[in-house]
């Protein structure tokens, strides 16, 4: 564990070209052969960061579904909370939101599967009678996935935000309009 912490904050604050394992055994106390036990090389820690994070953000985002229950007069709190689910992992998770959607060698075809993730709640969220059918769910899942990594970048990791605050902003902008 604490070589995963010290690889996370090393690969964050460095990026992965500048990281070397030398820095990641000084900063977690150990020494080189103690991080060789565990892992090949600096790659096999990386990947290993990059897909924890990922799954957990699969996981995570399935579990935000709307179930068919949701009453209509409840949908703009319950997708909002939701919303403030999902920015609250980014947050608790900083430093691996920067490696696994930012650093990692794949983060623009991992985009793509967070996309099409959302486009399949969207579509199961529509056909329940959440959102008028007329839309394309492929393109609000892009635009939805767009409004969210760029609030990551520029309030949430930056603190300019609260979870809380973006959600409502998102999730009125969505439902609401201008």
Known sequence: ????????????SRGFYSTKVS????????TQPAFYIY????DAIFDELVNDFRLKLNELIGSLRL?????????????????????????????LTRIGLILAHDAEQYKEKIIELLAVNLKYEQKAGYFRSNLSMDIIAVCIYGMIENLIISHLLTKKSTSKMLANEVVSLIMKGL
């Open 67 to 95: 179930s068919s229950e949701v009453k209509k007069e409840d949908l703009t709190l319950t997708l909002t909370k939701s919303i403030e689910i999902l920015f609250d992992f980014f947050a608790e998770n900083e430093n």
């Open 39 to 42: 892992f090949s090389n600096k």
């Open 23 to 30: 820095d990641i055994v000084s900063r977690s106390k150990l």
């Open 1 to 12: 564990m604490r070589i995963k912490e010290a690889a996370i904050h090393e690969f964050a």
